[in-house]
């Protein structure tokens, strides 16, 4: 592995090493497996010097000791005259001789008790060798790659929980920019080419690597300087696989990229499937999809041909290597010559069995290192997808809880915005310096044109965000001196657009409150009004499971049991933001019944413009151009603001 590796990549393999006890066993059984892998190979020497050639191991063992303790007599005498060019050579080639002479000698009682007396029963041995050998090299294989699984897995689902934590965090304005589909896209996607890439790197870009460095080793022991030879091609291969790596890290990320699009075209299908009936543009959507895919296939087969490349040129140099090895080495057996171009390859001329061998390790070595090219890829988009998963950990949340966080009183004596501006990160400004004090126990409803800032005033009171200047304050405290949680604990919000989560109607409930009793959740549903349709109009009552977005129940209904959620929080500050905006009659007066009763010695700030929800609060708040325009009771604002005339119209003289 080189540079590409890069720091997201790093910590996510920092997390895998949490599982140390399993990549222990990932390295041994790697090292079993290369080993095993050389070792079969190297059965390919007895087979050619032994069994062909009708010897039984003690011969040839005997032979072997005879003919290298004749030549180290032969070398010393050489030496002894003084009178040769290359003493030096000599003399290597006499510690050798020696060497090969003493190892023999070594096995040579072993081989008398235990070898095979005849060359069909070495063959029998060593085709014993070779079964024993695969079976112990599968099982290690087996091990291996449970614990790569183990480690891979493991190592995203910390990564996902990880993003996620993150992406609740978020700042509500990555949701408009990115898109849910991007982070889903991220989630799933992404994390998945992340655990691939990890499986790559621990399982075959370990594995592949020591099989290959194995076979290498065994070349290198029949003849070193042969090897050093036919590996010239290897600097050629680096170079272009490293350019190949970049090419491929940045085809990926084109294509992840394309992947979020697609993301988003489905959620937007299926979350607007109403509308796409309604008005018959199915063939529309299957339109968008299209071209989204082909955009995808495009990047995809961009991908895949770098892979192609990849692959290609690994096998090219691989058969390059072992044509130059088999040409090299089988000049030097057929001329008995132990130099290459004036140069020396061999102390002395290599042996038929010695050529086979060492053309078997270089095989031996081919298949790893294609293995390699087409994990390579894996391992670049695994990588390339780090950097996008990594992208959304380190990304700067505006909203932080102070490092020492300040408490109030529950319940708090108000609520003030004191000269309070804002502006998204990517629009005009929309409050202009808000002053506002809603006094505990006050109903306050807050009206005004679309784009006045209506509703960024209950994202700062929820601490959604932060204003750039002045401050929301709750009694005398700064809401960001204080801990999110601790803010959020006092508040319930129940806004336009329905949460209905798919699962029961209880657990819908009891959503925010997860100790809650079922007592407390049908308490709750009694104050809402939502007991009722709730035992009598559901299949399972409580344990009525619920579709997506609440497929089973009316708008009123859903609005109920968001309702129940909000009272079984026991909030002190309840904020209704376009509640009963989209209702029907029947269900706008329970809830307005269920509210009155609720909202006795509690703080609500509500966001409406119909006429009925006015009449409940004890205060109204114009907003406009982002500014506290007027303020007071309904026929107040009636008879001295032009504006709230103009903005309530005929319906709020219906107010009296």
């Not at 510690?95 to 000698?105: D, G, L």
């Not at 099982?139 to 929980?161: F, P």
């Not at 290459?340 to 390859?345: A, K, V």
């Not at 004596?413 to 998204?424: A, G, K, N, P």
């Amino acid at each position: 592995m080189d540079g590409s590796v890069t720091s997201p990549f790093a910590r996510v393999l920092r997390l895998a090493v949490r599982r140390w006890w399993a990549l222990i066993g990932i390295v041994l059984s790697s090292l079993a497996i290369a080993v095993l892998w050389s070792a079969n190979i190297s059965a390919v020497l007895p087979m050619v010097d032994i069994v062909f050639a009708g010897k039984s191991v003690a011969q040839y063992v005997d032979e072997t000791i005879e003919t290298n303790e004749q030549r180290a007599v032969e070398i010393r005498e050489l030496l002894a005259t003084d009178s040769h060019e290359s003493p030096s050579e000599l003399q290597t080639e006499l510690e050798r001789a020696t060497s090969r002479a003493e190892w023999y000698a070594l096995a040579k009682p072993y081989v008398d008790a235990y070898a095979p007396r005849t060359a069909f029963g070495t063959l029998l041995a060593i085709l014993t060798f070779l079964v024993v050998g695969t079976a112990l090299k599968l099982i290690a294989l087996v091990a291996n790659m449970m614990w790569v699984q183990y480690v891979a897995g493991r190592t995203s689902i910390d990564l996902r929980e990880l993003f996620f934590r993150k992406a609740l965090h978020l700042d509500l304005d990555n949701f408009g920019e990115n898109g849910s589909a991007d982070l889903t896209a991220r989630l799933t996607n992404d994390v998945s080419l992340v655990n691939n890439g990890v499986a790559t790197l621990l399982g075959k870009m370990t594995r592949e690597p020591l099989k290959m460095i194995a076979c290498l080793c065994g070349a290198a022991i029949v003849c070193s300087r042969l090897l050093l030879l036919v590996m010239i091609v290897m600097p050629i291969l680096a170079i272009v696989m490293s350019k190949l790596s970049r090419a491929i890290r940045r085809a990926s990320r084109r294509a992840m990229e394309e992947m979020s699009q697609l993301y988003g075209m489905l959620n937007d299908s299926f979350s607007g499937i109403r509308l796409i009936k309604a008005s018959n543009t199915q063939a529309f959507e299957r339109a968008r999809l299209r071209r989204g895919s082909l955009a995808y296939y495009y990047r995809s087969m961009k991908m895949e041909f770098y892979n192609t490349l990849a692959r290609g040129t690994t096998e090219m140099m691989g058969i390059t290597t072992v044509s130059l090895a088999i040409l090299a080495g089988g000049y030097l057996v057929l001329t008995k010559q132990t130099h290459l171009f004036g140069l020396r390859i061999t102390t002395e001329p290599l042996q038929q069995g010695e050529v086979f061998l060492f053309f078997s390790f270089l095989i031996g070595a081919s298949d790893p290192a294609r293995k390699l090219a087409d994990v390579w890829s894996g391992l670049q988009r695994g990588i390339a997808a780090s950097n996008r998963v990594m992208e959304i950990i380190d990304q700067d949340v505006r909203v932080q809880d102070p490092v020492s966080a300040k408490t109030v009183a529950r319940p708090h004596s108000h609520i003030r915005f004191d000269d309070v501006q804002f502006q998204y990160s990517s629009g005009p400004q929309v409050l202009r310096g808000i002053d506002l004090t809603i006094p505990h126990g006050e109903t306050v409803a807050i009206v005004g044109p679309n784009g006045s800032g209506k509703s960024t005033i209950i994202s700062l009171l929820c601490r959604f965000d932060d204003p750039q200047s002045g401050q929301v304050l709750l009694n005398d405290v700064p809401i960001n001196e204080m801990r999110t949680r601790d803010l959020r604990k006092r508040i319930a919000l129940v806004t336009q657009r329905t949460v209905i989560f798919e699962d029961t109607i209880e657990n819908n409930i009891r959503y925010g409150c997860p100790g809650a009793s079922l007592d407390e959740v049908i308490h709750a549903a009694k104050l809402a009004f939502a007991d009722d349709f709730i035992c009598k109009k559901t299949p399972d009552g409580y344990q009525t499971l619920l579709g997506v977005d609440g497929m089973r129940l009316s708008g009123g209904q859903m609005q109920r049991i968001a309702l129940a959620r909000a009272f079984l929080r026991n909030p002190d500050i309840l904020i209704l933001d376009e509640a009963t905006s989209q209702i029907d009659l029947e269900s706008e007066q329970l809830i307005h019944e269920a509210l009155r009763k609720f909202l006795v010695g509690r703080t609500g700030v509500m966001i409406t413009h119909r006429s009925s929800t006015l009449a409940m609060a004890d205060r109204i708040v114009v907003i406009e151009q982002g500014r506290v325009a007027a303020a007071g009771d309904h026929a107040h604002l009636v008879d001295q603001n032009r504006f709230y005339r103009s903005l309530c119209g005929s319906e709020v003289r219906e107010v009296a």
